[in-house]
């Protein structure tokens, strides 16, 4: 088990990765024009989320309510059916037709969700 400093910054990497989903101007930028400084897409995006599916199973060890949790899990749910469904990482989809799909959107609102639950507060 890592100690109070590791589990707060993976936490925060987490949280940081939800703001992307949360993002349409950023998932436009980087993701769509490739204008960085950042280097991203949505596949990665999709796969750091899961990467780190022992935040959620552990939820307590990371200072996470029940609330905050549950907001989390609902994302998870969301974001597992549109990978299964949507084929994010074939080459014959558009990032830029994927994020304009309902689905996507409710993503989107959903890490806005989850956000306000953590008073997450962008970092510049």
Not at 11 to 39: H, K, T
Not at 79 to 108: A, G, M
Not at 109 to 121: C, E, G, R
Request: aromatic residues 10%; glycine residues 2%; negative net charge.
């Amino acid at each position: 088990m890592s100690n109070n400093a590791d589990r707060k910054q993976i936490l925060d990497s987490f949280i940081e990765n939800i703001a992307c989903m949360s993002d349409e101007r950023y998932q436009e930028r980087v993701w769509v024009r490739s204008e960085g400084p950042e280097c991203d897409d949505i596949d990665d995006t999709i796969c750091d989320f899961f990467d780190e599916d022992y935040v959620l199973e552990n939820y307590k060890d990371y200072g996470i309510t029940e609330n905050q949790h549950r907001l989390l899990m609902n994302l998870h749910d969301k974001l597992r059916v549109f990978s299964d469904t949507q084929d994010v990482y074939s080459p014959e989809k558009s990032t830029e037709d994927l994020i304009l799909l309902p689905q996507w959107q409710e993503i989107r609102d959903i890490s806005k969700n989850v956000l306000k639950a953590f008073l997450y507060k962008k970092s510049s």
